[in-house]
C-alpha cells in the first residue's frame, strides 16, 4: 500500500514544492562508480560525496551497458538526481549527470583530474556548508549549456536545509567554459581584515560614508581541490536512454586519439622498414652486396 | 540498415538508368555517412544536419512523393562519394548540404504548417553551426591529408534541449537567492590562452571571487549567516591528519628552500674564503712585523746605541714611516739573488714545507765552484784514507834499508 502511494506522490514533482506558499528546493543525489575504477577515481568519489551532503553514496555498478538500472537505484534512495562516474579501460572516467525519473542525462568526459588529497592546497571548509555556485556567463549562449548549467546546479547546489548541511557559506564551487570544455573549481572564503596601515585613511572615509559591517573583511580565496575538466559528449532526452537531444561535434574520444598515436607510431616503423628495403634492392642492383664471403683477391684479405 | 538502403538505392539508379556497379565508390560513400547507425530521432522538432537525414528520409516517406527529389539527388550522392575518394570532396559536400537544407525546409512546409517559422529560425542557426564545422573539418584537413574526410554528424535539438530544461529548471527568478546560491557573471570570462597556467586561474579565481562577493552582499541583505563564527567547530572536508600533511609539506619546502640557499652562500663562500684566509694572514703578519720592530728600536734606545737615524724615523710621524716601509727602503739583503722577496720563499716553505726545491741542490753551479772558502792546500795534498799506500819503487826500497 505504502509503494502505491509512494508512487501516486511521486507523479508531483519533487524539486519545487510549494509548503506554506515558501518555494523549496529540493534535491538528492545519488552517487556511485561503475566497475573498473582506479583510485584516483575512487579518491574522486570520496571528495565528491564530502562536498555533497545531499548525495546517497552507492555501491559500484556492476553493468556498464545497462544503465537504466541506475533509474529504479535512484528511486530506491529517493533520489531525483544521479551522479554516476564511468570508468574505461582503467583510465577514462566519463561522468554521468542524471535527473533521475525522466528528465534529461548528460555524458561528460572527465579529464585532468586532481583529487583533493594530492593537490595538497591549503584550503579547507566545512563539511557540509552550502557553497556558493559560480557559472560563467558562456553558459547561457547555447540551449545545450543552458541544461548543462541547469543539472550541475542541481546535483552540486547543496539545497537548503540538506540533511548534515552547515548553516555557513565558507566556499565557492567555480564552472567555467574555456575552450569548450567546462572547468571546475573548488575555493575557501577566507576572511581577513583590510591591512589597516596601507589605506587608512581611505578606509576612514569609506567607514564614514556607508557603515556596513560585512563590508569590513576583506574576502579572498585559496583553492581546497578537487580539480578536473569536463568535455560535454551528448545530452539523453530520457533518464539514461532516449534520443540524444545534442551531441558535441568537437568531442574526439580517447581511444581515437590514442589510436591515431599508435598509428603516427607505426609510420614510423613502417617507412623505416620500408627505406630499409628499398636500399637493400638498390645494392643488390649494383651488385653490391652485403655479408658476401670474402674472395681471395679481395683487398682486406690480400693485404692483411 | 545499410543494407537496405544500398538496396534501395540500388533500385533507384537501376530506374535512372545508370550502372550499379560501381561497388568501391559505394563503399566509399557507405563509409562516409559514419553515423548512420545511430537511433532515429523523433520525428517532430528534431534537426539533423548533413547527408544523412535524407537517406532515412527515402525510408520513411512513400516513394512516389518524392521521386522527382530523390532523382535529383542520386547522382549527386554518387557525385559526392567520387569526389571524396579523390579526397577534394569539400565543394561537393557543401553543395550537398546547401541542398540537403532546402528539401527539408521543403519537407518540413509540407508537413508541419504551424511551428514553420520558428523551425526555420533554428535551422539557420542550425547552418550556421555546421559552417562552422565545415571549416574545422577542412582545417583539420589540411594538417592530416591521409584522413579520409568526412563530416561528423552532429545532433543539436534546440527545440528538444529547450523543452528539457523548462522541464526541469528551477524558478531562479522567483526563489529566493538562499535557496540556490547561484551566481552567473555578466561577461563570459575570457581566457586568452588555455593552456598557460597562470592566467587561466587568474581568470577563475576571479570569477570565484566576484561571486563570494556578490553573495555574501547577498546573503546579507536577506539577514542570513555567512561566515563560520570563530568558535565552531565541526568535521572539516580535509580531515586534521591531512591538514597535518599539508602543513608538513609546507614546512618541508621551506626547509628547503633554505637549505638551498644557505649550500650555494656556502659554495660562494669557498670560492673566495681562500683569497680572504690569505689577506687576514697577511695582515696579521704585518702587524707582527710591525710591532717586532718597534720592539727593537725601543730597546735599541734604552741601550743608548740608537742612530740619528732611528732617532730621526722617531720624530717622524709613525704612520708616515709605516706607509713608506713596504714600498721604499728595502735592503739588498733582502731581495734574493732571484729577484724574489725573501718573504715570499719563507712563506713558500712554511705552506710546503722548508726545504724548498730539492731537486739539483747538490749538483754544483757557478756559484758553487768559485766558492773555495771550504778549500786547503794541505789538505787537497792528503790522500784518502781508504786508499793504501803505493808501494815505492825497487830502487827507493832498497835505499832505505
Not at chain 2, 160 to 172: C, F, M, S
Request: glycine share 6%.
Amino acid at each position: 500500500m505504502a509503494s502505491v502511494y509512494k508512487s501516486i506522490s511521486k507523479t508531483i514533482s519533487k524539486d519545487i514544492k510549494d509548503d506554506d506558499g515558501i518555494k523549496r528546493n529540493k534535491q538528492r543525489v545519488l552517487v556511485l562508480t561503475s566497475r573498473g575504477v582506479t583510485y584516483r577515481h575512487r579518491h574522486l568519489l570520496k571528495d565528491v560525496v564530502a562536498m555533497l551532503p545531499h548525495s546517497r553514496k552507492d555501491a559500484k555498478l556492476d553493468t556498464k551497458s545497462k544503465l537504466y538500472h541506475l533509474n529504479e537505484i535512484a528511486d530506491l534512495y529517493n533520489c531525483n538526481n544521479v551522479l554516476f562516474f564511468e570508468a574505461r579501460k582503467r583510465q577514462d572516467l566519463y561522468m554521468w549527470m542524471s535527473k533521475a525519473p525522466n528528465g534529461p542525462c548528460i555524458k561528460l568526459h572527465v579529464q585532468n583530474l586532481h583529487t583533493m588529497e594530492e593537490l595538497n592546497f591549503t584550503g579547507n571548509a566545512l563539511k557540509g556548508s552550502r557553497p556558493i555556485l559560480s557559472f560563467d556567463a558562456a553558459f547561457d549562449q547555447t540551449p545545450a549549456m543552458t541544461l548543462i548549467k541547469e543539472v550541475l546546479l542541481h546535483i552540486f547546489g547543496v539545497p537548503k536545509g540538506a540533511r548534515k548541511s552547515k548553516p555557513f557559506v565558507d566556499h565557492v564551487l567555480s564552472f567555467t567554459i574555456a575552450d569548450g570544455k567546462i572547468w571546475f573549481r573548488n575555493y575557501q572564503i577566507s576572511e581577513a581584515e583590510p591591512t589597516k596601515k596601507v589605506d587608512d585613511d581611505i578606509e576612514k572615509s569609506m567607514s564614514l560614508k556607508s557603515k556596513k559591517p560585512t563590508e569590513q573583511t576583506e574576502l579572498s580565496l585559496v583553492e581546497i581541490g578537487p580539480r578536473f575538466v569536463m568535455t560535454p559528449i551528448i545530452i539523453l532526452e530520457g533518464s539514461f536512454g532516449g534520443p540524444v537531444i545534442y551531441e558535441n561535434k568537437e568531442f574526439v574520444s580517447p581511444n581515437a586519439v590514442r589510436t591515431d598515436l599508435r598509428n603516427r607510431r607505426a609510420q614510423k616503423y613502417n617507412s623505416r622498414t620500408e627505406e630499409q628495403q628499398r636500399l637493400e634492392i638498390k645494392r643488390k642492383e649494383l651488385g653490391l652486396e652485403v655479408g658476401k664471403a670474402k674472395g681471395e683477391l679481395d683487398e682486406s684479405v690480400l693485404f692483411a | 540498415m545499410a543494407k537496405s538502403k544500398s538496396k534501395l538505392k540500388n533500385a533507384l539508379l537501376r530506374q535512372l538508368g545508370k550502372d550499379p556497379v560501381r561497388d568501391k565508390q559505394r563503399k566509399i560513400s557507405r563509409r562516409q555517412p559514419k553515423t548512420s547507425k545511430r537511433k532515429e530521432t523523433d520525428g517532430d522538432g528534431v534537426v539533423v544536419n548533413g547527408a544523412d537525414k535524407d537517406v532515412e528520409g527515402w525510408e520513411d516517406e512513400d516513394e512516389d512523393e518524392n521521386e522527382d527529389e530523390n532523382e535529383d539527388e542520386a547522382p549527386e550522392l554518387v557525385d559526392a562519394a567520387r569526389k571524396a575518394s579523390k579526397k577534394s570532396a569539400k565543394v561537393a559536400v557543401t553543395e550537398e548540404e546547401d541542398d540537403d537544407d532546402d528539401e527539408e525546409e521543403e519537407e518540413d512546409e509540407e508537413e508541419e504548417g504551424v511551428e514553420l517559422e520558428e523551425k526555420e529560425e533554428e535551422k539557420e542557426e542550425d547552418d550556421e553551426e555546421s559552417d562552422i564545422a565545415f571549416s574545422d573539418i577542412d582545417g583539420d584537413d589540411l594538417e592530416a591529408p591521409d584522413t579520409l574526410p568526412y563530416q561528423k554528424l552532429t545532433i543539436n535539438n534546440h527545440s528538444a534541449l529547450t523543452q528539457a530544461l523548462e522541464r526541469i529548471a528551477l524558478p531562479l527568478s522567483s526563489l529566493p537567492f538562499v535557496e540556490h546560491q547561484s551566481l552567473t557573471t555578466d561577461v563570459p570570462v575570457e581566457i586568452r590562452d588555455v593552456d598557460d597556467d597562470l592566467s587561466r586561474e587568474l581568470a577563475f579565481y576571479k570569477q570565484a571571487l566576484d561571486a563570494a562577493n556578490l553573495g555574501r552582499k547577498k546573503l546579507a541583505k536577506d539577514g542570513m549567516p555567512f561566515a563560520r563564527p570563530t568558535d565552531y567547530f565541526a568535521e572539516m572536508l580535509k580531515d586534521d591528519e591531512h591538514m597535518g600533511t599539508i602543513k608538513q609539506k609546507l614546512l618541508d619546502e621551506a626547509a628547503n628552500k633554505k637549505a638551498a640557499a644557505e649550500a650555494r652562500r656556502q659554495r660562494d663562500l669557498k670560492k673566495f674564503g681562500k683569497q680572504v684566509q690569505f689577506a687576514k694572514l697577511e695582515e696579521r703578519n704585518k702587524a707582527k712585523k710591525d710591532t717586532l720592530e718597534k720592539i727593537q728600536v725601543l730597546k735599541r734606545k734604552r741601550q743608548g746605541t740608537d742612530t740619528d737615524f732611528t732617532n730621526e724615523a722617531d720624530m717622524f710621524d709613525v704612520a708616515l714611516d709605516d706607509a713608506a716601509a713596504p714600498g721604499g727602503r728595502r735592503d739588498k739583503k733582502d731581495r734574493d739573488p732571484s729577484g724574489r722577496s725573501k718573504a715570499k720563499r719563507q712563506k713558500k716553505d712554511q705552506k710546503y714545507g722548508h726545504g724548498g726545491k730539492k731537486r739539483f741542490s747538490k749538483s754544483g753551479d757557478a756559484a758553487s765552484s768559485s766558492d773555495l772558502t771550504g778549500f786547503s792546500a794541505r789538505k787537497n795534498k792528503t790522500t784518502f784514507s781508504g786508499t793504501k799506500k803505493k808501494r815505492p819503487g825497487k830502487s827507493k826500497r832498497a835505499g832505505t834499508r
